[in-house]
């Protein structure tokens, strides 16, 4: 038991360190649990998404992404654009007061908001440095009998994190019954998307 306890927490602690951090798809994710839309589905894609790319990385892809930057070029410019959408439209919303409140909030469909939970983490460069670069060359450093206790652990930071995250949004509901609360909120959001795709670009012309 200490034995697989070690790696565990190990793939645990790392994984929570690199994910619990203020990014474009945790405020989508937090944005979506306060509006109470499609939340299990958005966490299930989010844990899902973060368990496949950590095992990748685990399994030796992370050593391809290395040896091909143009991907990760690729991916920088994807994710510019797409942050660059997201976050105008953020930015438009807090012109709007009337659509502010929960209650009167504009609904997102499902596949809508599939589409946007896909964008925020499979064009996000960052998601691939951070599980598939990262996670993965930490879990390949481990002992191979206890690799999979390693990736148990990373996987289940992860899904802990956004269900705390969507779910547990629900408790800022009363604050953001307030209009001016939304406002604030998108503008955040607005401000983090443009600034995360202005960082983007700017790796891409300085690389």
């Known amino acids: 038991m200490t034995n697989a306890l070690v790696p565990f ?4 602690l790392l994984s929570a360190a690199l994910i619990v951090a203020i990014g474009a798809q945790n405020l989508f994710v937090l944005r979506q649990g306060l ?7 958005i966490v299930l894609f ?21 040896a091909v930057p143009q991907l990760t070029t690729l991916l920088a410019l994807g994710g510019a654009g797409f942050l660059s959408w997201y976050g105008v439209q953020a930015l438009r919303r807090t012109a709007a007061p009337d659509s502010m409140a929960v209650s009167n909030a504009r609904s997102m469909t499902l596949i809508r908001a599939l589409i946007a939970t896909a964008g925020f983490t499979l064009l996000n460069p960052h998601v691939y ?13 481990q002992p191979e009998e206890v690799r999979p206790v390693f990736v148990a652990g990373a996987v289940a930071a992860s899904f802990i994190w956004f269900a705390c995250l ?14 001016v609360a939304w406002r604030v909120l998108d503008a955040c959001v607005g401000i983090v998307m443009l600034g995360l795709a ?3 670009v700017t790796r891409v012309l300085s690389g």
């Open 9 to 12: 927490a190990t793939g645990f």
């Open 46 to 66: 989010c844990g899902t998404a973060d368990a496949l790319l950590i095992l990748a990385g685990v399994a030796g892809v992370g050593a391809f992404l290395a």
């Open 198 to 200: 202005a960082s983007l």
């Open 129 to 141: 440095l951070d599980t598939v670069l990262l996670m993965g060359t930490a879990g390949s450093a």
């Open 35 to 41: 509006q109470r839309e499609h939340v299990g589905v």
């Open 166 to 179: 969507g779910y547990g949004a629900r408790l800022l509901r009363p604050l953001f019954a307030r209009p």
